[in-house]
């Protein structure tokens, strides 16, 4: 990999993370009412995603330029996780903090997004053994995993920290359902986006192990795809149910968001489409692939303008206007994934 495009496509996801945090601390700065609480916080908050991100970049690019050693491979998931954990841990004080709107609902997005940082962090720990899909690849089906790769225990561990962390997420948004209310809805329906995240982020963990360990069949081709195309679908068709279910006010945010999560599913099924049309072939148009994002991150973005000039008439669309700004972020950081995982593949 050329020296200039692996410092590259590290840098996005910082860059990308910096625009979040800056973007919701300055949020938070500009007023001290609710709308402002709520997406100042979720803004900052997405910068875990990003910095996890930046774990797997880093993972995966440092194997490639033959620079990846012990300290690396320790270090960089132990940042995503301690990231993870301190939005989470953030988030439950937040909940902690009483019954008013904005703490419940911030609270409990800041605790989903910890989730899915974790998830990712959890695709970067899967990566720390990515240089030998090629060696797995070059094997026979059926002979078995390539020296170095992880146990059977240790895969079936990775797989299930998304899985979960999923369930945990779902459970939590029950229970905010359970509860009633109009906040506790709006924070029970984005609460249980993100768990869609978490879940297709399954499909990721698993793509990466099963080929580590030579264990990737014809079926897996298309069974994950179609799984993260099914979580990404469920956001949009949630959050399309939701802005159409009432004319409540307060639907227009989760509606919203709801519909920018499904985006970043769409983003996350790149990567596992990508891993399985190269999979023991070659696919011509791989280098392609890494557009998906792209067209996501400015959906977003296009989504977040047209909000914007529809909260000066409409106060609900304020906080999904903003949260949209971080969401396409999220979505450009998967960009460098993405193309991270297509040089990796690719066929000399």
């Given at each position: ?82 990231v ?43 990566s ?79 793509s ?12 897996e ?32 945010a ?9 985006l970043?599913?769409f ?20 280098n ?24 000066t ?18 979505c ?17």
């Amino acid at each position: 990999m050329n020296p200039f495009i692996s410092v590259l496509f590290r840098a996005i996801p910082l860059l990308m993370g910096a625009v979040c945090l800056a973007f919701g601390l300055y949020v938070l700065s500009s007023g001290d009412d609710a709308g402002h609480f709520v997406a100042g916080h979720v803004d900052v908050a997405l910068t875990a995603i990003c910095i996890a991100l930046f774990t797997t970049a880093a993972t995966i690019i440092l194997q490639l330029v033959h620079r990846y050693g012990r300290v690396w491979e320790v270090a960089l998931p132990a940042l995503g996780y301690t990231v993870a954990v301190a939005t989470a841990v953030w988030g439950v004080t937040v909940i902690g903090r009483g019954d008013e709107p904005q703490f419940v609902v911030a609270g409990h997005v800041l605790l989903g997004i910890g989730f899915v940082a974790a998830c990712v962090s959890t695709v970067a720990t899967a990566s720390t053994k990515f240089v030998l899909i090629q060696a797995s690849a070059a094997r026979t089906p059926g002979s078995g995993p390539p020296d170095g790769a992880y146990s059977r225990t240790v895969a079936g561990v990775l797989v299930a920290v998304p899985a979960l962390l999923a369930l945990t997420g779902l459970t939590v948004a029950a229970t905010l359902y359970a509860r009633g209310g109009t906040h506790a809805l709006v924070a029970g329906n984005v609460l249980t986006g993100l768990s869609v995240i978490c879940s297709a982020l399954v499909a990721l963990v698993a793509s990466i192990v099963r080929q580590v360990r030579n264990e990737f069949g014809d079926a897996e081709r298309y069974r994950w795809t179609w799984w993260v195309a099914a979580m990404g679908t469920v956001n949009v068709l949630l959050g399309l149910g939701v802005l159409l279910g009432s004319d409540d006010p307060a639907r227009l945010a989760p509606g919203c968001v709801l519909i920018g999560l499904g985006l970043i599913c769409f983003s996350i099924l790149s990567k596992v489409v990508l891993l399985a049309l190269v999979w023991r072939r070659t696919f011509a148009l791989a280098n392609r692939i890494p557009l998906i994002p792209v067209g996501t991150a400015l959906a977003c973005l296009f989504f977040a303008a047209f909000l914007f000039v529809a909260a000066t008439t409409q106060p609900g669309f304020f906080v999904p206007a903003h949260v949209l700004v971080g969401l396409g972020a999220v979505c450009f950081t998967l960009f460098s994934i993405v193309s991270i995982l297509e040089a990796g593949t690719a066929k000399a």
